[in-house]
């Protein structure tokens, strides 16, 4: 029997597997989907529905741990294209 990894929403809080939240990493200032589940360093989790208010309150700031808020154009060009 395997467990699956239990991840927290940075927005809503609410802790779920992780195949139902996006992972988020920080890739030279720019927040990007990890889509293919692997890549290095602090990720961020949260719900499909929870990108727009995370990019409204500027959560990715407090989440990835900096000092000023790390660019998000590239998750909403991924998210007009969707």
Do not use: Y
Request: charged share 25%.
């Amino acid at each position: 029997m395997s467990i699956k990894p239990i991840r927290t929403c940075i927005v809503c809080r609410k802790s779920e597997d992780s195949s139902a939240l996006i992972r988020l990493t920080l890739v030279d200032g720019k927040v990007i989907p990890d889509v293919k589940g692997g890549a290095p360093g602090r990720g961020a989790w949260l719900h499909r529905d929870c990108v727009e208010s995370a990019i409204q309150r500027g959560s990715f700031k407090f989440a990835f741990k900096q000092t000023s808020a790390p660019d998000v154009s590239e998750l909403i060009n991924l998210l007009d294209n969707k």
